[in-house]
């Protein structure tokens, strides 16, 4: 395959992947932008190191330090992070071709389809995670469970305790839980006015 049809063919993963991917799924608008230059600037580096006598070790650890500082300048979702590492790859199977070149599109097709299935909405579709602080100090593990369900109409499936402050009376606590059927659904939890115990 010719390099301009691996050039062509890297595009228009890197799109799908950007907009018929994540940004229909996660209605991000600057995410995208992100994914496609990340994409384009290795695809370009990886090009010119594969025809230039420079060690791969090299140039995989210049990518990991660019990746490594764009990942750290922003807060970013875990979804985003397995985003970021697939427009990294197809950049790289793209400017490396390696031989023979079908593997160039075998394999950015099969990043692109394990996103597209690892990133469904219909894949744990009722499972959710929040950070809640309630403005109650709870001490009893059992009994916050009992309000957690309560206030989110769900069945908790794990919870980490993150602070109780006994003098503010408030306790932060990072919980996992699972919508449960007869309520919304797909929806959303408990409705805001019933959380004078904030969640974000």
Known sequence: MPSLAIYAFDLVAIAVLSYGLYF???????????????????????TVLSRVSVGTGL????????????????????????????????G?????????????????????????????PRLLARDRRQIVTLDAAYTDEAQLRRRLEELLDATVTHLVVNEVDLVRDMTEVDVRFRLRPAGDGLGEPAPARRLVESTR
């Open 59 to 90: 140039g995989l650890g210049l990518f990991g330090v660019l990746s490594l500082i764009r990942l750290r300048s922003s807060e970013i979702a875990q979804e985003e992070v397995g985003y970021y590492f697939v427009s990294l790859a197809l």
């Open 92 to 120: 790289l199977i793209a400017g490396f071709q390696p031989v023979p070149h079908w593997l160039v599109p075998a394999l950015g097709s099969l990043l692109v389809a394990a996103m597209y299935v690892a990133d469904h």
């Open 24 to 46: 229909r799924r996660h209605r991000r608008r600057d995410m995208p932008l992100a994914f496609i230059a990340l994409n384009v600037g290795v695809l370009t580096l990886a």
